[in-house]
C-alpha cells in the first residue's frame, strides 16, 4: 500500500448535482428579503463585429449632419468631465 499525499478537494456537498442551483436560490431568497427584485434584461454585445460596423455608421452620419456641431456642444454642455 502506497501513501497518497492530502489533496484541497471540496467537500462532497459541494459536488452533488443541484447545488449551484441551490445556492443561487439562496442568495435571491435573500435579496427578495431585503426589498430587492431580480432584473434582468438583454443589451447589445458592444464586442460583436455587428455592433462596431453600426456604430462606425451611425457616427459617420451624425458626423455629416449639419447639426454636428449644435449637437456635439449640447453633448458638451451636459457632460461631467
Sequence with gaps: MTAHAPTSRKPASSNKPGSSNKKVQDYRARQRAKGMK??????PDTRSAA?????????????QSPHDADDQAFI????EY
Excluded: G, N, Y
Excluded at 455592433?51 to 458626423?63: M, T
Design 76 to 79: 458638451d454642455s451636459i457632460s
Design 38 to 43: 431580480l432584473v434582468q434584461f438583454w443589451v
Design 51 to 63: 455592433f462596431k460596423a453600426q456604430a462606425k455608421r451611425e457616427s459617420l452620419l451624425i458626423a
